[in-house]
């Protein structure tokens, strides 16, 4: 996997750059995160107001008002992440699970562990990784979460595949204050 590097390759937009008649989107991603900063990764999207508008929206989606829970999707974000090489999102991640949970987390005894968790993370390992998800893998996930689980989950991985681009690409800096935990690839 490349080195996850940090040259920005968009200038950081700060909330007085930001234009004024479109500051409800630059406060609505600090309110629904509960920050008081804007991370590293929507101020650099903020060159472009109307992509932070519709990524910062999947994103408060995914996060926020899916039926997976926190746990799950805290491991969610770092399986896409590892395998699409976001350092980013690993590091805004990895500590929101328990130490258990951050153990496994990215390799493969993650995989084994109970539904929804341990077919959820393959779903996502495969899906990251564009390859084939067997109807027996998307029945297990149905079992456990429903067809909305499923799209959930699905949208999720999609969602951190674009940040994961997003992030790499444009070699979004990870902020100073972030602890960063190496991937376990």
Same mark, same amino acid.
């Given at each position: 996997m490349p080195e996850y590097k940090e040259d920005a390759k968009v200038p950081y937009v700060s909330r007085e750059d930001f234009p004024a008649d479109q500051i409800g989107i630059y406060d609505h991603i600090l309110q629904t #995160?509960?920050?008081d900063y804007i991370p590293e990764l929507f101020a650099r999207m903020a060159s472009s107001p109307g992509a932070m508008e519709a990524v910062a929206s999947v994103g408060e989606h995914v996060r926020f008002n899916s039926v997976l829970d926190e746990v799950l #999707?805290?491991?969610v974000i770092c399986t896409v992440s590892?395998?699409?090489g976001n350092w980013y999102e690993w590091c805004h991640h990895i500590h929101r699970m328990p130490d258990e949970m951050q153990?496994?987390?990215?390799?493969?005894a993650a995989e084994d562990l109970p539904a929804p968790t341990g077919p959820a993370l393959k779903f996502a390992r495969i899906t990251a990784t564009n390859g084939d998800v067997d109807d027996a893998l998307i029945e297990e996930i149905r079992d456990a979460l429903g067809d909305q689980g499923v799209v959930d989950l699905t949208v999720m991985v999609g969602y951190y595949q674009l940040v994961g681009t997003f992030c790499r690409v444009l070699?979004?800096?990870i902020e100073d204050n972030m602890n960063r935990a190496p991937m376990k690839k």
């Open positions: #995160r509960k920050l #999707r805290e491991m590892q395998e699409v153990a496994v987390c990215g390799t493969p070699q979004v800096p």
